[in-house]
């Protein structure tokens, strides 16, 4: 094989690494996991409705994962902040994401008494979720909640930022990402 050759060969060889070394780094996601720098564990429960929504649904969204119930005293005086946040940032422009919400997980056990709280605390937003199955939720247990009100926010690719912030704390990073 004459040097040009190899040369030819040597640069096509080069050029299909970097292609599927490329490819490779596009399909790598974070991994998994329950804290900040991880990919949130997905969430599959249903809805008032009866009808199963997915947190990854939400993605190209920054997205509040609020844990409470309506048997929580604390969740429930917690939720005008929480009411408060969606109506600030609900319509908010951002940087890199389509909006923001909140994906409710409801760790009660009455569909009635759930029902009920949602719309005395007017929880506007149309994600709210829950097994009924209290401190036995899928979801509480993979996210190692042990205790109520809790949260985790996430940003539009589904990484976790932060995790138990408070409203004051969440209200900061989304006016830092706000265009």
Known sequence: MNEMKK?????ISIFVF????????????????????????????????DSIVKLSDLKGYYVLIDFWASWCGPCRMKNPKIV??????????????????????????SKEAWKKAIMVDNLKWPYHVSDL????????INYQINSIPNNLLIDPNGIIIGRSLTETQIERILNSKKQ
Not at 18 to 36: M, Y
Not at 133 to 140: F, L
């Open 7 to 11: 040369l030819k060969l040597f640069i």
């Open 18 to 49: 970097n292609v599927l070394s490329f490819i490779n780094a596009q399909n790598n996601e974070s991994p998994v996991g329950i804290n900040p720098g991880y990919k949130a564990l997905d969430i599959a429960l249903p809805n008032v409705k």
């Open 84 to 109: 408060e946040l969606y109506n600030t940032f609900k319509n908010a422009k951002f940087k890199d994401a389509k909006g923001f919400t909140i994906y409710s997980v409801s760790l009660d056990y």
């Open 133 to 140: 199955k209290g401190w036995n939720s899928s979801a509480a």
